[in-house]
Each structure stands twice: as C-alpha cells, then as structure tokens.
C-alpha cells in the first residue's frame, strides 16, 4: 500500500471514531442522578423487577396508561422512577458506611415465602423472568431504603424531640388491667360506692352492673391499652394506686365505679424506634425532595415530579415541555 494509501485509511479510520464518539455525546442518558447516567437498557433491564416489587406491595399494576400510549409505559414510568430512588439510596449509604447484611436479606425472602408461598414466589419469578440472584438484589436493594431512611430520620431528629414526643405520649404506651361497676345513675352509684370494698366489689359487678360482658367476671376489663378506653375513665383509674377504689366517675355510658388492679407504660428504651420511625415520615420526605433537586430525566419517560419522586407522563399539550414519544424505542 502507498503511503498516501495509508494515510487517506488512516484518515478514513480516524474520521470513523471521531463519529462514532460523536455519536455517543448526543445519546443523552435515561437519567442523570447527581451526575451518575442511568441508560435505556438499563431501564429496560430494571422493568421485570419493578413488576415483581410492585406485586409484593399489593399493587396490581404500576399505573394506568393514558390514552394513547402503550399499556407497559405506566412500568417503565415506575422503574425509572424505581431506579432514581435505588440511586439515591446507593449514594447515601456509600458516603455513610450503611449496609445490608446478607442474613437480613435471607430472613426476608423467607418472611415472603412464607406469606405467598414458595411455589408463589417462584412463579412470579419465572412470570417476569427474574433469576434469583437478581430477586435477592431486589430485596437488598428494598432493605437498604429501609436503613437509609432510619438513618436520616436520626440524623434530623434528636433525642430531647424524641424524649418530648414520649412524653406527650405516655398514655398510648400504658396499659390498664381495672374492674369496674357500670351502673344508670348517680343515686345508685352512691349507693354502691358507700358499700364497696376489695373484697366484695366482684360479687356486686355480678349483681348491679349493665356492663354484662364483664359482670360476669366481677367487673374485670382485662388489660387494655388506655387509647382504646374513655378519657375521663381513664384519668379516673390512673389517678388510683392498684388495689384501690374511686368514687363514682360519670362517663358517656354511665357511672362507674373503678377498680385499679395494675398499670403498666412501656419504658422510653422499649418504644424509642416505634417514636423515630412515626415522626420520621415528614423528615424523609423532605429529605428525598431536596434529593431530587439535581435530577434530569428524559422526556422520553415523562417528567419528574418533584412532590412525589415519581414519574408521570407529559401534558402534550403543555407548551413549556417538550412532546415525548410514550415510551423509548424498544422498552
């Protein structure tokens, strides 16, 4: 080959890969998560997964297709909006040492197996064409969200809001174990009142009291949580020490005389997660929002919404937003 050969192929190559580069640069990604690309095929890949999380949470389907675009456009919706979450999540637990262990993903297999069924769980499996290699991915994936949120909620919450939402709420982590002597009116509590002691209230439940479902066992209401009692009945019987008797107390289903056999309320240690765990809802919420600040998605998909992290599809008729097709070539 001459040398000019050579070097009109070698502009011919070069030329070749200049393109091909070229070609590369304006093939924008699905998303872009904080500058990490996720691209179509992996939205693609991702969309059996989504299908076989979205039927472990009880949901029938990933949404409703709007008219005019295909019906699996609602699950690539979900899976992108899936995978901006899974992102996220990754990114956090990476810079914060979060992880999950390999026993906690086998305990929770188990724990679905047991509530579909093993043959259930298989054929789900096999519906979507999910291995189980990739199934375990899922539920560690699923986990890790789960860690990642506790870990902001304590970040953002601290122990003294923690201790005062304890405090507020004493009584729905107290349970009462009293008797009582439910009886029409005043007049007749009086009466009982001046006559009761420990030693006889249960014979005069089983004769005076209206509450026949507990009269017949001396007026005893078993242990029950105090947020499922009257209030004023049960500031009346909190305010006893066990063994001792009130004074008529009126409530909206009569007199009642009480008796405290034992109260009990949760130590602050036994309840501390349950507290994080409810206040944390709004924290995490916030959290995820600020998130999704730096988060472009493809026209393609849809559009961001910013609320709810989810994916929804674009108003064609919006001049502010591009026209997408319904879905990307191929998904």
């Not at 262990?101 to 188990?110: E, G, L, N």
């Not at 009462?176 to 009466?191: F, G, M, P, S, Y």
């Not at 014979?203 to 007026?219: E, M, N, P, Q, V």
Request: aromatic share 6%; hydrophobic share 40%.
């Amino acid at each position: 080959m001459s040398g000019s050969l050579v070097r009109r192929a070698a502009c011919v190559i070069a030329l070749a890969v200049s393109l091909t580069a070229c070609g590369s640069a304006f093939q924008r990604p699905a998303v872009d998560v904080h500058g990490y690309a996720i691209d179509d095929d992996t939205v693609k890949a991702s969309v059996p997964e989504a299908r076989v999380l979205t039927t472990l949470l009880g949901q029938p389907q990933c949404g409703t297709p709007v008219p005019g675009e295909p019906s699996h456009s609602p699950c690539v919706r979900y899976t992108v909006g899936f995978l901006i979450q899974r992102q996220i999540v990754r990114a956090y637990a990476q810079e914060h040492d979060i992880a999950v262990r390999p026993d906690d993903v086998r305990r929770t297999i188990a724990a679905i197996e047991h509530q579909f069924g093993p043959d259930q769980v298989r054929q789900l499996l096999k519906t979507h064409g999910v291995s189980q290699a990739e199934f375990e991915r899922l539920i560690s994936e699923q986990l890790l969200v789960g860690k990642v949120e506790q870990a902001v909620a304590s970040s953002a919450i601290s122990e003294g809001q923690l201790r005062a939402e304890y405090r507020r709420e004493r009584a729905r982590f107290t349970l009462l174990h009293a008797a009582h002597i439910l009886v029409n009116t005043k007049q007749e509590a009086d009466r009982i009142s001046d006559q009761v002691t420990p030693q006889n209230f249960a014979d005069l439940a089983k004769k005076y009291s209206i509450d026949k479902g507990s009269a017949a066992s001396g007026g005893d209401l078993g242990t029950v949580p105090v947020g499922q009692l009257d209030p004023t009945f049960v500031n009346a019987a909190l305010a006893l020490q066990p063994g001792q008797i009130s004074a008529p107390v009126h409530t909206q289903f009569g007199w009642h005389i009480i008796r405290l056999i034992s109260k009990k309320t949760s130590p602050y240690a036994s309840v501390r997660s349950q507290l994080l765990q409810e206040l944390s809802g709004p924290v995490v919420q916030t959290w995820f929002r600020d998130q999704l600040a730096d988060v472009h998605v493809d026209p393609r998909y849809g559009r961001l919404d910013p609320a709810t992290g989810q994916i929804v599809p674009i108003d064609t008729t919006s001049t502010a937003l591009p026209s997408p097709t319904a879905t990307p070539t191929g998904l």
